[in-house]
């Protein structure tokens, strides 16, 4: 579906209760379950959702049509992302289709590519915050140059088959705080891009065979 502004929020009895997450799912080949159209501005929030692909070729959980959304802010908490090729696909058009991407409480699993995408050239803004990443075959991507914002905190990466965080950025902003990275079979955790910028990491475990943190000189 494709929508200027959208809030949606699952629940059990009331509104607000966190009851059973309602289910939202696709088997249809090649088809993502939600577009946020071409809008340049306005809040797509999620709340309490349970979001599903199960088709044998799998597409982005949500993305946006076109590039328009240098002001708009996509905004989850309490989801679950399980099964899409990229759940969280912000890559299509220049600038970015979406300027801020917030995550808060959420389980992203079984992503066939990468969980969350980011691309093209303009400021990104992406904040992780208490977020569970397993099962992926990448976590975290952006795939072309641009500035960024990056701030993970007191969040799990886990069981990555194909590479953990890759960031592609000229003078990015990297925050990572108290987060553990378990059990990814990449040899470079994280990977950075770039020689300038700034980057922090504190109070992180690291439990790999091969734990490395990779920054261009």
């Not at 914002?149 to 990466?157: E, K, N, P, Q, V």
Request: hydrophobic share 40%.
């Amino acid at each position: 579906m494709a929508v200027a502004s959208l809030t949606m929020i699952g629940y059990g009895v009331t509104p607000g209760d966190n009851g059973t997450k309602p289910l939202i799912t696709t088997a249809t080949n090649s088809v993502t379950l939600l577009n946020t159209g071409s809008s340049n501005s306005g809040a797509h929030i999620f709340i309490n959702l349970s979001l599903s692909n199960t088709a044998a070729v799998r597409a982005s959980g949500i993305w946006q049509l076109s590039a328009h959304g240098t002001a708009q802010t996509w905004a989850f908490a309490g989801c679950i992302f399980d099964g899409f090729s990229v759940p969280i696909d912000n890559s299509n058009g220049t600038p970015d289709d979406v300027a801020f991407i917030h995550l808060i409480n959420c389980e992203v699993k079984n992503s066939g590519s990468i969980s969350i995408k980011l691309g093209n050239t303009a400021i990104r803004n992406l904040k992780v915050y208490g977020c569970y990443f397993h099962s992926n075959v990448n976590d975290l991507d952006s795939s072309s140059s641009g500035q960024g914002t990056i701030w993970l905190a007191h969040s799990i990466f886990a069981g990555a088959t194909g590479g953990t965080i890759s960031l592609n950025l000229s003078d990015p902003i990297v925050t990572i705080d108290h987060c553990t990275f378990a059990s990814n079979a990449p040899s470079q955790v994280l990977s950075l891009s770039s020689t300038s910028g700034f980057t922090s990491i504190t109070n992180c475990i690291f439990m790999e065979t091969q734990a490395q943190l990779s920054q261009a000189k």
